[in-house]
């Protein structure tokens, strides 16, 4: 008996689409909060992973967040109101908030120190329209913050008989 055997494999994390986000620059007020926006395309997303990876010099008083939604009154600004989805570090806690839930999940606590998270939103989770991404560093202390956000293809195997 003759096995045919055919296999088609698309590589499980080769990356799409990827912006490093450059550190912040220090607050000017005494409020301590600084952000930018930036564009991200987010298009068709089948077979595709949104990723989040933040690192940072975690404390108990800093925070930094990263945001996605849509901008809606096109200003070049992501509001509270336009945020769809929110990932991060605040104060001692990882974080992950979701405006169509109206929840915010909590997960290990953190001490101070180097620590690094990956966020990845499945394509079921992900709405084609959002086109902003604000990063947002709040608190005392040097966060040395690294923000990536990336699109991840789905991969997929298949085997013939």
């Known amino acids: 008996m003759k096995t045919l055997t055919c296999m088609f494999a698309v590589a499980v994390a080769a990356c799409l689409f990827g912006t490093e986000v450059p550190s912040l620059p220090d607050a000017a007020f005494p409020d301590t909060e600084v952000s930018t926006n930036f564009t991200f395309a987010v298009g068709a997303v089948a077979n595709r992973k949104l990723v989040f990876s933040l690192e940072l010099q975690a404390t108990p008083s800093n925070s930094v ?8 009154d ?9 945020t769809a989805l929110a990932v991060g570090y605040d104060c001692g806690e990882w974080f992950l908030r979701t405006a169509a839930k109206n929840s915010v999940t909590y997960s290990d606590a953190a001490d101070s ?26 608190g005392l202390g040097v966060a040395n913050e690294s923000v990536t956000v990336s699109f991840v293809e789905s991969g997929f195997g298949l085997t013939i008989r």
């Not at 620590?115 to 989770?125: A, G, I, L, N, W």
């Open 65 to 72: 967040e990263v945001a996605i939604g849509c901008d809606a």
């Open 113 to 138: 120190g180097v620590f690094r998270r990956t966020y990845e939103v499945r394509s079921r989770q992900i709405d084609p329209s959002w086109n902003l991404v604000k990063v947002t560093r709040r």
């Open 74 to 82: 096109e200003n070049g600004r992501l509001s509270l109101d336009e």
